[in-house]
């Protein structure tokens, strides 16, 4: 839905930005180039022609609705001669688009979901039609409309003087009707209408003894629909209740709730209706019954009557009580004389907090991360008195249908660069002792902070996803830390605690070293929005350059050895949570070059102007310096041939009298077998030189003995 949301927005910027170089003008429905307009909803259809009204001097599309969210396919029509090649719909928070705007021949269709319809304020689809290189925009307002019922079913006919009665109204749309706190005044019955979360309530105060009818009107937010008039007020409830005399005075309090002090045992004072049998001087009990025996709730006694027909009290309460508990008798001794209610609540006190973040659970805790929004869940006592706040956060919203006695629940927003590590709960500008506490991102973050240097060129850690084959003299290995990518605009990670373990060995497999540095601290740069408030006591502000730790320099590691890296986070530090990564660099070389005795035998020699090879000679005796080269792709795997230059005795170990023996300068290469693990092998060798004594260029080739120990 977010998705769609943006795109419609990222279209109507880019219908207006097309607008605005192309050509504007705005106009109502009636006024532009569309000839109809049809809205079906559930079974219903609602057309342009056939279902507007006038309101406020504007045309408007009537429909009626029965859900908040009902679903709507509307249908635009146009002339298909005309120049229309686009409609765009703009968007609003009154309503999600669920498919995207289909263009036909002589009709658009699209289909809408609408949000909140009872509270919706000046409805209205806005089209952006593009003809040629003109926008014109048309507004096509909406008039919703629904049906409302209120009823009253109460459980009893009988009120009873100075006693207040409410009862549940029940309606298919509490929230379609507008509520007034206020009393009616000089009425039989007195009655006001309140709202409890998603319940309507009646209050109704009797003054008048006998059969006395209440009639309450209502007013709607959303009319009902008669006669194809919209109508604002339902047909009055009227209900008639036998309205008789209590056995006992109902005495108002002035205060409809109090809080007990600390103690509980010093009074408050109050004001209480006057009435000529309530007594001066005397201390009265207050119980939660007619009946003797009752709980003791507080004790009232009589101070004074004062000049507006009220009698000066102090109240000690001993007990909590609500008014939904009932009605509270005023006693003498065990006699009751008058009756009374209000609410004894307990001070405000947060007992728990609980926190949520997006797509989280509740979680019991405080502590909070800068720029971070979040829900708080505040449980304890009295909290319905409370006006809660948290200087140095925004009180982003506040839920009143969760708020009673004992839940407040807000939503919050701690800045970025708050600069306290606590957030104090204030309750009406006083401190509560309770605080939300302000802790720095600790979260682990990806590699990319990381580089690794071998002087030539660097490596980013995270985009390393095969072995690193490194073919100069590896002369530093160094860990470049790129502290101002730990935290980037708002997206925080703070302090990184790693592990990083180093591995070398030879190309054939031997561990040379092992290194490792148990807890590397990077902390993020100065670019951080946080960056002052880390503690910076035992971050590393140099990079890692590894030949400072090694035995065995870099520099002097042989070809194809190989240098394992793993660097992890400090799992304990991040709650388990945490990545890791190993990399393999290996020192990679082309070719190798080295001297090579070896015993060529059975040579077949050409000479310069001999004609013809010479028969099978003894063994010979080569010192060659040659190139080995390795196979691409392989790890210190040769290649089956080898190239040098160097001297050659040939059949040097003939000592008989008819011998061929002579020294000569050579090129020799050499064919050896695939196979790299035989202990014995026969290369083939070929090649050209000049012999010394005979001074005669030659060409060679034959077969050799080389056995590798």
Known sequence: MQKIKSAISFGAFCLLLFSAISGFSQMTFQQGSLLEAKMYIDTMEYSWSRHTLVRNQKEMLAFQYDQEDEIAEVYLFFDGDSEITDISLASSGDYYPLDSMMMFSDYARFKVRFNQLTNSEFLKFTFGIRQDSVVEYVDMPLFPYTKTYVELYPGSEELYIGEEKVFELTSNNPENILVDNRWT????????????????????????????????????????????????????????????????????????????????????????????????????????????????????????????????????????????????????????????????????????????????????????????????????????????????????????????????????????????????????????????KVDEYQRPRPFDFINLDFGDRQLVVSDIEKPVYYENTLTDLVFDFDRGKIDEGKDLFGKQYLTIKVKISNKKGNLIELYQFDEVVICPGETSPRFVHYDDKYCRSEDINLNNFLSKKTSELEEWSRIELEISHVKSKYGGDGRSKKIQIHLKRDYNFDIDVSFPAGLLILKHGSGNFGNFGGPSFAMIAQMSFYQPGRIAKYRPYKLGAGFIAIDAFNFTESNSRDVGLVVIGSLYPTSSDNKLTFPLYAGFGYLLSEQKPFFLIGPGIRVRL
């Not at 009074?267 to 009265?284: C, H, M, P, S, V």
């Not at 659970?361 to 006006?387: C, F, M, S």
């Open 185 to 436: 005044e000089g009425l039989p019955i007195n009655y006001r209408m309140t709202r409890e979360g998603p319940k309507l309530l009646l209050h109704l105060l009797p003054n008048t003894l006998g059969d006395q009818q209440v009639e309450v009107p209502f007013t709607l937010r959303k009319p009902t629909m008669e006669a194809g008039r919209p109508k604002y007020q339902l047909k009055p409830l009227t209900y008639t209740f036998k309205i008789r005399s209590g056995r006992l005075a109902f005495l108002q309090f002035d205060a409809q709730e109090v809080t007990p002090k600390d103690d509980k045992k010093e009074a408050i004072e109050i004001q209480i209706d006057n009435n000529r049998l309530l007594r001066l001087g005397k201390t009265y009990r207050i119980e939660d019954q007619e009946e003797s025996g009752g709980a003791l709730i507080a004790e009232l006694y009589t101070k004074a009557r004062l000049n507006n027909d009220r009698v000066l009290c102090l109240l000690r309460p001993y007990s909590y009580h609500r008014k939904s508990d009932g009605y509270l008798y005023i006693k003498d001794g065990d006699d009751a004389r008058f009756v009374s209610n209000l609410d004894i609540t307990p001070k405000t006190t947060i007992q728990e907090i609980f926190i949520q973040r997006e797509g989280k659970d509740w979680q019991r805790g405080t502590t909070v991360y800068p720029g971070e929004t979040l829900n708080i869940r505040l449980e304890g006592e009295g909290l319905h008195k409370a006006a809660f706040s948290f200087p140095g956060a925004s009180n982003l919203e506040y839920d009143s249908l969760i708020k009673n006695e004992n839940i407040s629940l807000f939503r919050i927003k701690v800045p970025l660069t708050i600069n306290t590590n606590n957030i104090e709960i204030f309750n009406h500008n006083k401190s509560t002792g309770k605080n939300l």
